[in-house]
């Protein structure tokens, strides 16, 4: 079956043909590709094509498609078995690799994705405070669970007030939503609910709603204002963290927050994310302390074996590495850019190894100023690159991603099928 067989086959059987919205191509006027295969920057198609992937799964596969380590553990691994919902050692390698080089975490505990860590995170900074309400960013995404679909960024990003219905307004009224890059409105929040916040969340890099990079000074602020309500400051580094580096944004601030959330990266492309803190914060957590938080699957030895092979490649050499081809991929993409008839008043915005084609010159901190017609612009944009072999995000709002695999042969490959 070509592409377009399979999405209608995929109508029928799932809501929209998809699991997961931004995967829909939802306003372009193509279907979206079946991924049969992947190996190194690369995906093709059910079709038999090949496209340069910078979607790269949304962010975990930071070695590229199918690395051979991964690959070589997880095989490994699935020969022991592959889940025991009892104590085995190989969540302990991880967590012991983690412990050892995050200097502001002294336990973890591993969940399945990015959502469900920010899920017990909220749940752990309110039983931890006694505190009820979680101030979060417009724009800023932090997975599905229902107090963070408020204004919330990625598949939601571009449309107005209400995230989601099926949230109750009880829900809604526990989470108080601020402007990024605007100290004023957080401050005027903390004076509201004096004494009632129990954790500010942010995403320290904004990737979710565009790529919106903060100053220092903003998220200072931040820790400054927890510090002094005995609120918690929670980085939400699912998309950051080993990202920018392996101690992610926390590190590239030298802002210490309470707890931080981990997801994609992690697992190196298997389901798992973590949650940690001090062991103050974290001994809250059943079965020592009186916050609720369980998993049949976390932990499973499959996805913790083929984490910790992952995350063990990404040394100080390999950062430098990889910052070298994102730097040389981001210019490529821009003299196209500059010397299309079409897109010439694009460019791209870029933090390291993550980055987003807008077209604007502008400093984009906040979403008003996002232009308003972003998605209309990215569609054929989106399409252009695609017939050229070439796989973005298919979504306007959602950045791309560099891995250590897209090197120089697939530089000359880029510059190719751009200039063809
Ligand atoms: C992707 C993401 C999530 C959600 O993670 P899932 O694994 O998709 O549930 C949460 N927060 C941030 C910052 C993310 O980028």
Redesign the pocket.
Known sequence: MNNKELFEKSLKLVPGGVHSPVRSFKGLHTTPRFINKAAGAYITDEEGKTFIDFCMS??PLILGHKNEKVHEAAIKAMELGWSYGACEKYSLELAEYLINKIPFIDQVRFVN????A?MTAIRLARGYTGKSKILKFNG?????TDAMLIKAG?GLAGTSEASSKGISENIANDTIVCDLNNIEQVNAAFDKYAGDIAAIFI?PLP??NGLLIQNKEFLQALRDLCTKHNSLLIF?E??SGFRTGFNGMADDLKITPDMV?Y??IIGGGFPV?AIGAKKDIMECLAPIGDVYQAGTLSANPVAMACGLANLKQLTPDFYQELETISNKTVQTFDDWFSKSEEFNDYKMIQYKSLFWAVPTSDKLQDISAIPSNLADRFYKLFEVLLNKGIYLSPNAYEVGFCSIAHGELVLEDLKTKLWN
């Open positions: 949304f962010g994705s990015g959502t469900e920010v800023c995404y932090h997975g599905h990625s995403e990737a979710n939400d699912v998309i959330t997801g994609k994310g």
